[in-house]
């Protein structure tokens, strides 16, 4: 019940652009609830005008306006943290830069599979850290490496392949076929912008994928010595 009114809520947001008021009136969802759940999703200017034209609705306009303010004063602030980190990080060494990616694998990745090195995870720059960092330093072209998407029914399954593609700077051929999954009722939502399924990398070769366990191991052999 609670994903089913979530993406209730998305969609009110997001399609009819309501209000938290006017959604909290369709769904009896409390306005703090709402508030986490739809955070990402700001009224237009123009709607918060037209909430400010009805005398009935002026105060919701006010509520909006001060959530656009103190998202704006959130993002000032993640902005100049930001910018300590991105200085802290500016120069990376290739053994730190190595040993995060081990660290990634053991973590994230397939270690069943003796013969191929697969990956999944469902942040694009996380994807695309991994190949790159594949094919710095294990000599992995780029033309070799294969990915594999997990969707759901709902999604527009070609936008989503375009999506993958252009993140990761692949080519078609390097795409399987889409795994596409039915949603179950109370199941959880897709609406959210940030979502695109499941990316799965894939390299085969057994040679590649014994170098990569066997440097897992004496990495963390070695930490605590």
Avoid at 196 to 219: D, N, P, Q, S, Y
Wanted: net charge positive; glycine share 4%.
């Amino acid at each position: 019940m609670h994903k089913q009114l979530k993406s209730r809520a998305l969609e009110l947001r997001i399609d009819k652009e309501l209000s938290y008021s006017e959604i909290k009136k369709v769904l009896g969802v409390p306005k703090s609830t709402l508030s986490e759940w739809l955070k990402e999703f700001p009224l237009r200017k123009e709607k918060i005008v037209e909430l400010q034209r009805d005398n009935l609705k002026r105060n919701e306009a006010k509520i909006e306006n001060f959530r656009n303010a103190m998202r704006s004063k959130r993002d000032k602030e993640d902005s100049k943290t930001y910018k300590k980190y991105q200085n802290k990080f500016s120069k990376i060494s290739e053994k730190e830069l190595f040993a995060v990616g081990l660290a990634l694998y053991l973590s994230e990745g397939s270690k069943k599979d003796y013969y191929s090195i697969a990956l999944a995870n469902t942040d694009p720059n996380l994807i695309r850290f991994f190949i790159n960092w594949l094919e710095k330093f294990f000599d992995i072209s780029k033309e070799r490496i294969k990915i594999s998407l997990h969707l759901y029914e709902n999604m527009d399954i070609d936008k989503e392949k375009g999506f993958w593609k252009d993140k990761l700077n692949i080519k078609d051929f390097q795409i399987y076929k889409p795994w596409v999954s039915k949603l179950k009722e109370g199941s959880f939502t897709y609406r959210e912008s940030f979502r695109h399924g499941t990316c799965t990398v894939r390299v085969h070769g057994g040679e590649k994928k014994r170098e990569l366990m066997m440097a897992i191991r004496a990495f963390f052999d070695n930490c605590f010595k």
